[in-house]
């Protein structure tokens, strides 16, 4: 028999897991679908726009940790799923999820960290100066971003979870702990360039939410592996350049009217 191409040898496993652990999967998704409406519900009325601002400390850290299990859980399933089925214990898949969004939620500490000292050193920009160019050359970054070895790397280990978990294992609620944070590292390293997209174009917005979720779910679970890189490369680059030349042509953008970009707090 000749040898499975890799990218169909990484997802396999974690198709086949899939369909023998439906109901934990299921609860993953129903999870996420309750994280959707949550977050919807806490972000009414707060898309001020790209680079909008990020509130208090504790109030953007548990609507991060909310975003992240709605973004993530559907992509993540499988891998969890893989996991479920080669452990013995009945509730580890419990520690690994844990330590997957302790991972998004330190990412999304540095973030609102990096965004408090941004602030402090530099007032926040003009929309019609300094900031679309911000907002694009962010964008831009992400799209060059794909298309480097570090994130074919990243994206190998999140599209190949037999080996990356073959490679860490650890037993025990402490060992599923430990490669949950793990996974979550090669995610984090992954999708940290479409994170600060969502950033740029509105953190508070739903409908950028989606679009990096659909993005995320693309390059991580379909089995065109190229495909989905170059498409979602492809998607970040008009982004980008429509933002430069023409920012009121892009569906879902709130394009800040002239002046100083207004800054959302929490309700």
Known sequence: MGAAHPV??????AYAAVRGQVVLV????????????????QMRGMDDGPWTGLGTFGWFTTVWVVMMAAMMFPSVAPTVALYSRMSRGR????????????????AGVVAFVMGVIAGRITPR????DAGRLLTGATLLLAAAYELTPLKRACLAKCRSPLGLLLGSWRDG???A?????????????????????LFALGVMSPVWMAVVAVLITVEKILPWRRTATYGVAL?????????????????????????????????
């Not at 169909?8 to 496993?13: D, H, M, S, V």
């Not at 920009?125 to 019609?128: K, R, V």
Request: charged share 5%.
């Open 8 to 13: 169909e040898a990484g997802l396999r496993p």
């Open 26 to 41: 299921a609860v993953l998704v129903a999870l996420a679908a309750v994280g959707w409406w949550w977050a919807i519900e």
């Open 91 to 106: 509730w580890t898949p419990v520690a690994f999820v844990t330590g997957y969004l302790a991972t998004w939620t330190a």
């Open 125 to 128: 920009p003009l929309w019609d």
């Open 173 to 175: 609620w402490a060992g």
């Open 177 to 197: 702990l430990r490669m949950g944070v793990r996974n979550g590292a090669w995610c984090v390293g992954c999708c940290w360039a479409l994170m600060a997209s």
């Open 235 to 267: 998607t970040l680059l008009v982004l980008g350049v429509l933002v430069l030349a023409a920012p009121q042509t892009v569906p879902g953008l709130n394009v800040p009217t002239p002046g100083l970009m207004p800054m959302a707090l929490p309700h």
